[in-house]
């Protein structure tokens, strides 16, 4: 987390108090704050923790509850335990171990708990009669559960897929333990840096009734606060799942604590206590009710109903819950007996119940909260990139889980101990707000890292046990001679090579050996695969490989691997993937068929170096008198003699020549240490100045060039001192890749550094430079340049770079109607992204900084690397240009295929024979989904009562165009889910039941509150469809199991544009 100020405390604070003099609301007044006196104000006992006492006075709803970080300054495991208290406190099994004794001891006392990997933790440690006791608090609703995911997951660098999985995770727990009705009904995001629209969406369709959270932009918030705005309906999907997105949501006055005047916990150096001995002259009570009076009277002036949401808690709070109950309880009791206001235990739920009762209508939000500023000059938008490895790992170990859990539904557990429990674990804590982020400490980020692999390598065995149990013997062309040959009965000689990307592999490849790759995909795809070799040639005889090639190992590669392989070739292979299948490549070295490696002098050179050497291989380049080309079937691409750098882009199909320039730029960090002066850090991005410089002092960048016929088409660049990129063109993909390696990032000239990749194109997207970033790798937002559609009138932007960044999960686009050309950018992990310049996009892929930006982590984001000289990253952006009509069949199919990789294996020893492995019961077209489906998930059920011996699977299939993006594509699509599970997975499906998108409650049994909405500028007028659509849902919802499961009988649905169904399945 990063720190957020309490109430009253700090500029963001004052300035809010500016904005307080008047309460009115958009569609009526804020409420008239009585000052009578309460008809229950028993001094010694507060016991209306249910009961609004007076309809007159202010209804103070106090949430206790604890914020626990799953790391941040100290590792998960440091926190739960409460070691490493040099760092910071923080004990999170004493915060639950006391209070739930508080809670048995004491029926009026309710808290609320949101992080589900910790108390999962604490869970598994409680007896049984502990656990009954707890079952009873949470069914007395006493301790309800609020957000329950496994984390309080990021919302600008996390996968919408991960973020399903790891809210699913939690709930799943919650179900199996408390029962299903306990499900949470408030999302609970008090603490990430900016909010998302498909975040939103998603804990609408989740089944949630509300949304909190306390950070938004200084001065969106001051503006909601002078206009009694803290609460709306968001929609976060207005154009494609409209009021089924609806979601109610609201933000805390101040921070997700109370002011420091009413701080009890005992974490505090200090900590308030209520002083109320008559006897003692130091008595505080009247003071401290006074204060607290004026303190939510104002509060409420933000909001538009009677009841005032006030959070009793903050980081790590209640380890000493006796002491901080104790003094919330008399707090309580004076303010009862003082009468000006209504005080009681709550809970987010019990809130939401009463505010919805008011039966108001809300003004409607449909765009995002993004990006982030708490004050002048401080805008959270640097860890949209922080710590780019780590997030780029977590995109690889995601794609991994999913082809983890698709074996595991069809095959079960295979190896003792190996299962994807563990990664999902892994992957749950990984999504926190401080772990993708990038805004923890270092040794944090290693511990997240560490968690990753270790719980891949369970996920690994999982898919080398069925590789080597259920593909291989069925293709084997001779009997292994023994159990330590090229595969063994329990995998253990299939290999995988985390390290491809930097060409280290431990793969004995001077002798035969076979690659197994599987495509987790519902639909066909053509991958490039590049794997590091010992021999100079290879010969492959499959029908899936497209096309290959020997080439010597990217000096980049070389750079980034260091002393960790010394491997001199690669053998590269295009391959057509099947969907839902492993596909088995012999590869022989030399032999039959063998080709000649690309040499060094077989390269065409020319840049900064100043010479063009004259060789037989680049007369295969087309040349222009002034251009070098490498192309493919789809594009071209043109690049100067001069300095080596891309000029213009040629679509094949339409033949139209785009003008683009790409070339890497830095910013200069802003790194003072004053903390009034804000600087550069982990969280916020400040550069010094608006300009940015290139990376190549000289404008140029050394390049080769290489063409294979068939294979590939590539620029090697080497650009200044620490930067080197291959722009490539492969055989069957309609996209231009652009890899690049960056790093050690230079600091002794004692100057933290931002480096962007910078598209420069002849586009025209208007003065205001719109572009459009995805939103957690789903809908597109519009962005302007300078612009909130939020508070557009007020709005001032301090930082013209920095605060015109946002985050980019899988894509950013600009759009030219005029030339009706669109061009997208795609990224293989979330990196900051802007269009700074008509027809610009930059994308942040790396950052080194000297100072700490004073938002709690106490670290400056300066990472070294293994050797102590500075991270060096590598990552993928994937260009298309297109017609705009036709650009998303494009992109949207790219985005599936770059988040879901093909598993590489490898098995020593050639001897199963090239083949095309379906993981069901069919080869034919029934095994690939319709374009516009995506098979989102297929897995066991998590937490299964059966110890994994249940016959249910989860499954959920998603629409992932939206309304109007393509002719065909964007209509709705229908799958028969036991026709093309029993074909695709060999699964025999006998019935289904619609879930919600988190499984935890049945569609049919889902009953969210329904609020009224203002449509923007109607006044408070009521939409036409609003009332009556909302209530025709509702009673739709209210089928009953036997009438919805006859409505599945032919197991056949339809998916509309971005809707996501989820089921549960019941196999024969």
């Not at 604490?122 to 707890?134: A, F, I, L, N």
């Not at 695709?984 to 909405?1013: C, P």
Request: proline share 4%; aromatic share 10%; glycine share 8%.
């Amino acid at each position: 987390m990063g720190t957020l100020l309490p109430h009253g405390v700090g500029l963001v604070s004052v300035l809010l108090l500016l904005l307080t003099a008047t309460g009115i609301g958009i569609a009526g007044a804020a409420p008239s704050l009585s000052t009578h006196r309460s008809q229950n104000n028993d001094a010694q006992s507060p016991q209306n923790t249910a009961t609004l006492a007076d309809d007159d006075l202010l209804q103070v709803h106090i949430i206790a509850h604890t914020h626990d970080d799953v790391g941040w300054k100290k590792t998960v495991d440091e926190y739960y335990y409460g070691t490493n208290t040099t760092i910071a406190n923080g004990a999170v099994q004493y915060i639950l171990d006391s209070v739930i004794a508080s809670l048995i001891a004491d029926p009026n006392k309710k808290f609320s708990y949101v992080e589900m990997a910790f108390f999962f933790r604490w869970w598994r440690e409680q007896s049984d009669t502990m656990k009954d006791q707890v079952r009873n608090l949470v069914k007395d609703g006493r301790l309800e559960f609020v957000g329950g995911g496994w984390c309080m997951n990021d919302e600008a660098g996390t996968h919408y897929n991960a973020i399903i999985d790891q809210i699913t995770f939690g709930h799943a727990f919650i179900s199996t333990q408390f029962g299903a009705e306990y499900r949470p009904r408030m999302a609970w995001q008090v603490d990430p840096f900016g909010h998302s629209s498909v975040q939103a969406t998603i804990f609408a369709q989740m089944g949630y009734d509300g949304l909190y959270f306390a950070r938004a932009d200084y001065e969106d918030k001051g503006l909601r606060i002078n206009q009694s705005r803290l609460e709306m309906v968001w929609r976060g999907s207005p154009d494609n799942l409209g009021q089924e997105s609806d979601l109610f949501t609201g933000m805390f006055y101040g921070g997700y604590g109370p002011p420091a005047e009413f701080q009890f916990d005992s974490r505090f150096a200090d900590p308030m206590v209520v002083k109320d001995d008559p006897l003692l002259e130091d008595s505080n009570v009247k003071k401290l009710v006074d204060d607290f009076v004026k303190t939510v009277i104002m509060n409420a002036k933000a909001y538009r109903t009677k009841h005032l949401i006030f959070p009793m808690g903050s980081d790590f709070a209640y380890s000493a819950a006796l002491a901080y109950f104790k003094n919330v309880d008399k707090l309580i009791k004076h303010v009862l007996a003082d009468g000006r206001v209504n005080v009681f235990y709550s809970t987010p739920a019990r809130y939401l119940d009463a505010v919805n009762a008011q039966g108001l209508t809300w003004e409607l939000k449909t765009d995002d909260f993004f990006p982030y500023a708490d004050r002048p000059h401080a805008y959270w938008t640097g860890y949209f990139t922080s710590r780019p490895a780590l997030k780029r790992y977590v995109r690889v170990q995601n794609s991994l889980l999913q082809s983890c859990k698709q074996i595991e539904s069809v095959h079960g557990v295979l190896a003792p101990g190996a299962d994807s429990f563990a990664l999902k674990e892994a992957m749950g804590v990984a999504q926190h707000h401080d772990a993708v982020s990038g805004t923890e400490q270092q040794h944090v980020a290693n511990d997240y890292a560490k968690r990753l692999y270790m719980g891949g390598v369970q996920c690994q065995t999982v898919v080398a046990e069925y590789a080597a149990t259920e593909v291989l013997p069925r293709l084997a062309t001779a009997s292994p001679p023994s159990t330590d040959s090229n595969v063994s009965p329990n995998g253990g000689h299939i290999l995988f090579c985390d390290l491809l990307n930097i060409s280290v592999c431990s793969l004995n490849s001077q002798d035969p050996f076979t690659v197994i790759l599987y495509n987790p995909l519902g639909h066909e795809r053509v991958s490039k695969i590049r794997i590091p070799v010992m021999s100079s040639a290879y010969s492959i005889n499959a029908k899936a490989v497209l096309g290959h090639l020997v080439q010597p190992v990217q000096q980049a590669a070389v750079h980034a691997r260091g002393k960790q392989g010394n491997l001199t070739n690669e053998l590269v292979m295009i391959v057509n993937l099947a969907p839902i299948s492993f596909v088995t490549i012999p590869v022989h070295p030399g032999a039959d068929g063998q080709r000649t490696p690309a040499k060094e002098q077989d390269w065409k050179s020319l840049g900064d170096s100043g010479n063009s050497k004259s060789s037989k291989a680049h007369e295969k380049l087309t040349t222009t008198a002034q251009y070098y080309v490498i192309s493919n079937e789809f594009y071209s691409a043109n690049f100067s003699m001069d300095t080596g750098l891309l000029v213009s882009v040629t679509e094949k199909t339409s033949g139209r020549i785009t003008a683009l320039q790409q070339g890497f730029f830095w910013y200069e960090s802003y790194n003072k240490t004053d903390k009034h002066d804000q600087a550069s850090g982990a969280y916020i991005f400040r550069s010094n100045g608006d300009e940015a410089y290139p990376v190549s002092q000289t404008g140029t960048c050394a390049t080769e060039f290489h063409e294979e016929e068939g294979v590939q088409s590539e620029a090697r660049q080497k650009c200044g001192d620490f930067v080197y990129q291959t722009v490539g063109l492969y055989k069957g993909m309609p996209h231009i890749e652009f890899t690049f390696t960056v790093g050690p990032i230079p600091v002794g000239d004692h100057k933290g550094k931002e480096v962007v990749s910078r598209f420069t194109s002849g586009l025209n997207t208007g003065d205001d430079s719109t572009f459009y970033t995805d939103a957690n790798g789903r809908e597109l937002q519009e962005r302007i340049y300078n612009h909130r559609n939020t508070w557009k009138p007020n709005m001032t932007v301090f930082e013209k770079v920095a605060g015109n960044f946002y985050p980019v999960n899988s894509r950013i686009l600009l759009r030219d109607e005029a030339a009706d050309t669109q061009l997208t950018v795609l990224t293989d992990s979330s990196q900051a992204g802007a269009s700074l310049a008509s027809g610009q996009v930059e994308l942040m892929v790396h950052r080194r900084l000297l100072v700490d930006d004073h938002r709690g982590v106490n670290e400056p984001l300066n990472e070294t690397g293994v050797d102590g000289k500075g991270l060096i990253v590598q990552g993928t952006h994937y260009l298309q240009l297109a017609p705009i009509k036709s650009a998303a069949a494009l992109h949207r199919q790219l985005a599936q295929e770059i988040m879901l990789q093909p598993q590489i294996m490898f098995s020593e020893g050639a001897q199963a024979k090239s083949a095309v492995t379906p993981m069901g019961s069919s080869n034919s077209s029934a095994t690939s989904l319709p374009k516009n489906v995506h098979l989102l998930t297929l897995q066991r059920l998590d937490f299964d009562p059966e110890d994994g011996k249940s016959t249910q699977r989860l499954v959920r299939f998603e629409h992932y165009f939206e309304v109007g993006e393509d002719e065909e594509l964007s209509k709705p699509a229908s799958v028969n889910v036991r026709e093309y599970l029993k074909a695709a997975f060999g699964l025999n499906v006998s019935a289904m039941t619609e879930m919600t998108l988190s499984a935890n409650q049945q569609k049919s049994q889902e009953h969210r509150l329904v609020w009224k909405v203002a449509e923007p500028g109607i006044d408070g007028a009521q939409p036409s469809y609003e009332m009556e659509g909302l209530q025709k849902r509702a009673e739709a919802r209210t089928m009953t199991k036997r009438n919805l499961q006859q409505a599945y009988d032919s197991f056949s649905i339809t998916l509309n544009p971005m809707e996501i169904r989820t089921f549960v399945l019941t196999l024969q």
